[in-house]
């Protein structure tokens, strides 16, 4: 096991379009979560999974953002009619449930330009 | 509410010379701290953590950090500099230490002068 996958890894797409984004956490996490960074700042909670349940939606989640985690293994993050505004890097990472931010396993993120 | 804020946005330091990156906390219960470092084009890796146990911790890369409750304060640092050191550092705080979300500070880019 490689750690937590995202792709892509850059996404350029202009406003208005639909994107998705992949994640593959660490196999034997049960916990998947998706922060979203913008420049200058540090990451910030959109949303987590325990297995393939959604238990908690950030309100910077706007009812255009969309996340699944159809069988407990990889997510998806699907952003519709994209804005200027949603451009930044998309992080996720996974964990065992009952660990805290030390158990945390973090990908290198997918950045996204909206243009 | 737990919040953390980062005293300096950019800390630049001769290598060799000691790293001081500031924290300060927020909690309403007695909080879970942590440093992560996120090298350009790499995942946020963890550099430290306090979990109300010893107050110095220490982390990796010979980093160190001191929680001390009656500043709310959990400043990172190191004795020496050294190129690779340079990246952006992230304080991070969670009500307890397995809360299943995590809340960052806005980041402090650490830049080494050789």
């Known amino acids: ?115 | 509410a737990q919040s953390v804020t980062q005293l300096d946005s950019h800390v630049s330091v001769s290598e060799g010379t000691p790293v001081l990156l500031r924290c300060n906390y927020s909690s309403s219960y007695s909080p879970s701290l942590f440093w992560y470092v996120q090298h350009p084009n790499k995942g946020l890796q963890l550099l430290l953590k306090y979990t109300s146990a010893a107050t110095l911790v220490k982390g990796i890369n010979g980093f160190e950090a001191e929680f001390k409750k009656s500043e709310t304060s959990f400043h990172l640092t190191k004795p020496s500099a050294h190129m690779s050191d340079a990246a952006e550092y992230f304080c991070v705080v969670t009500p307890y230490s397995s809360a299943s979300k995590i809340i960052f500070g806005s980041g402090t880019r650490l830049s080494i002068r050789p």
């Open chain 1, 1 to 115: 096991d490689t750690g937590v996958s995202q792709n892509p890894r850059h996404k350029i797409t202009k406003r208005g379009q639909n994107v998705t984004f992949r994640c593959d956490p660490i196999s034997e996490h049960n916990r998947l979560y998706w922060y979203r960074q913008t420049l200058g700042q540090g990451p910030e909670f959109l949303t987590y999974f325990q297995n393939e349940a959604q238990l908690e939606k950030s309100r910077l989640l706007s009812d255009r953002f969309s996340a699944e985690r159809p069988k407990g293994s990889f997510s998806t993050l699907e952003i519709q009619r994209t804005e200027q505004g949603d451009s930044a890097m998309y992080l996720c990472a996974s964990s065992l449930m009952g660990q805290g931010a030390d158990g945390y396993t973090f990908g290198s993120g997918t950045r996204l330009t909206v243009v």
